[in-house]
């Protein structure tokens, strides 16, 4: 009888750590609220401009992260989350706009920037190691002339 | 330094300044009240489909809302109430559901018992053509396709917005007009 009841408890047992290994990681607790928070803090609510929604305090940013907690039970990769958000609400939720269209001129410009700053830093350090190298001109220096006649005078005695 | 790199810091700056110039007066313009109706096509909850170009010739009410917007909830039942009192007289109420998840919104319709059409502002294009800045906010259309006022705030009594006999009496206005 003893035996049989060990025989079912260890069965038991098994059929529930079977049951915990099958159980996606996405479907536990603390993890998919850390799941949610990170995907979260990617988006951004129109509500509450340049705040992410994961610290957003409003009502709206609040059903937002439920909504992706919801999505992640139902087994969405973070890609399909992003690409839900964007085509129900906009480019807007996204923390950078996608690069295409007339949003390359957010890439582009910064990196013409640092160009255009870099040829004038190189102009500008070129011109002024050119005119040191250069060096002042000589100046004129005129002896009056009966000072130059006493020097000659006086180096010929010597 | 070479005269193309002046020139072209010169019209980078100029690109700039033009640029954020024109955001900011884009960001700064105000609600429109009058003028042609920014056209729009909502596609309602139930799979309906609605262009306000194609309801000329009726008074258009719309109305921006979403589920987590108190006020908003406060003027739902006014809003349901004089739709059913002035859905036969060729006025038509449009809902637009602005970043409200689809879940939330059918709840507060279902809460509400919204008989009107009510559709998500999907990829947020509808709420920019009115520059709105929050909601609820209500447009009147008129007959003419023109924009005939509008709202900016919750409808009620105690808002310091428009009140339900002033929506009443804008509504019967518009009828009127020709």
Known sequence: MRRRFLLMAFSLAM??????????????GPNLDDETNRIAKTLYCPVCPNTPLDVCSTQACAQWRALIKEMLQQGKTEEQIRAYFVQQYGDVVLGAPPAQGFNWLAYILPAIGIVLGAAIAWFTVRQWIVRRGEGAPPAQVTVPKEYADRIEKDLKEL | MPR?????????????IVFFAFGLRVRGEAQPSSGPAPDFTLKTFDGATYRLSELKGQVVVINFWASWCVPCRDEA???????????????????VDWVDPEPDARAY????????????????????LYRIKGVPETYFVGKDGNLAGNSLGPIGDNTGYMTQAQFVQ?????????
């Open chain 2, 109 to 128: 319709i279902k809460e509400f018992g919204v008989t009107y059409p009510n559709g998500p502002d999907l990829g947020t294009v509808i709420a920019p």
């Open chain 2, 4 to 16: 193309w790199i002046q020139a072209a810091v010169f019209v980078l700056v100029i690109a700039v």
């Open chain 2, 77 to 95: 039942p006014f809003l349901q109430k004089t739709w059913e009192q002035y859905k036969d007289r060729g006025v038509v109420f449009l809902g």
């Open chain 2, 170 to 178: 804008k509504l019967e206005t518009l009828l009127a007009a020709k």
């Open chain 1, 15 to 28: 059929v529930a750590l079977a049951l915990l290994a099958v159980t996606p990681a996405h479907a536990q």
